[in-house]
């Protein structure tokens, strides 16, 4: 294991006060938590350059990016996520949860899951694998049944719709922190601005979790995809996939605070 993966995988494992020691460093690797922050990290410098692009008109100098950053530093991002995953956790058997992702299904899905998420930072494997989506429900593949059932098992598209609308809200949130929105806009005008994002977060989840699930999974066999989908319907994989997701959203509403507040500051600044 490189150097950084070891430090942050024990650095994943102190942050787990409420689950024996063991468990805690076990859970980690069997997941591949710094793997997975890694690739976040990268996505969110790439969410951050459109963010300069788009609303800075790319005047977002240095200042910006040793935000942004910062923001993404995967030292800070575990110490947001981990605390929370281990609360979500609390009382729960995090033992079978090891043991299937120690299993060498478990090790080959998590290095798939982590590669496709590597592969979606190029735009076109992106749009590659969402035509492909719709060429499979053209031709009414039956592997769509078997990815829907894994999508259902996990509540994935209300999930993240429910992630993406905090992290919408914490945004507009860091905007007015920072200054940029007009004072006699509201609490309540932020919140109809941001249901007002629903359908396009909407649909925007359910093209990137199809499409990201059908690549990644390519490569299995229906008979792994379904021992899979088996897993995640069990009381284990239900509650770590809860678990993951409050520690996610959590840290997803830091960043786009953050980023609203950067955006914000930097907007000021170039107004002076």
Not at 153 to 176: M, P, R, T, Y
Not at 249 to 258: G, L, V
Not at 259 to 270: K, P
């Amino acid at each position: 294991m490189p150097r950084l993966a070891a430090v942050l995988v024990l650095a994943l494992a102190a942050l787990l006060p409420r689950l024996a020691l063991a468990d805690a460093g076990r859970l980690a690797a069997a997941l591949d938590m710094p793997g997975v922050l890694a690739v976040m990290r990268a996505e969110g410098l790439d969410y951050a350059a459109a963010l300069d692009r788009d609303m800075m008109q790319g005047r977002g100098g240095p200042g910006w990016q040793a935000a942004v950053s910062e923001i993404y530093d995967t030292d800070r991002l575990a110490g947001i996520v981990m605390p929370r995953f281990s609360d979500a956790l609390e009382g729960q058997d995090t033992a079978e949860m090891a043991r299937f992702f120690e299993s060498p299904l478990g090790r080959r899905i998590v290095r798939l899951e982590i590669t496709a998420r590597e592969a979606f930072l190029e735009e076109a494997v992106e749009e590659a694998a969402q035509l492909s989506v719709q060429q499979m429900a053209e031709d009414e593949d039956p592997r769509l049944r078997r990815i829907e059932a894994f999508i259902e098992a996990g509540d994935l598209i209300e999930a993240n719709v429910a992630g993406g609308l905090n992290s919408s809200l914490a945004f507009w949130q860091g905007l007015g922190a920072g200054g940029f929105l007009a004072r006699e806009m509201t609490e309540e005008d932020i919140l109809a601005e941001v249901w007002g994002q629903e359908p396009q977060i909407r649909a925007d989840t359910e093209e990137w979790v199809w499409s990201y699930l059908a690549l990644a999974y390519e490569p299995l066999s229906d008979d792994e995809l379904e021992a899979y989908v088996a897993f995640a319907r069990t009381p284990a994989g239900t509650a770590m996939n809860r678990a993951l997701f409050a520690a996610f959203d959590a840290m997803f509403a830091d960043i786009s605070y953050r980023l609203g507040f950067g955006v914000a500051r930097e907007l000021a600044g170039q107004e002076l």
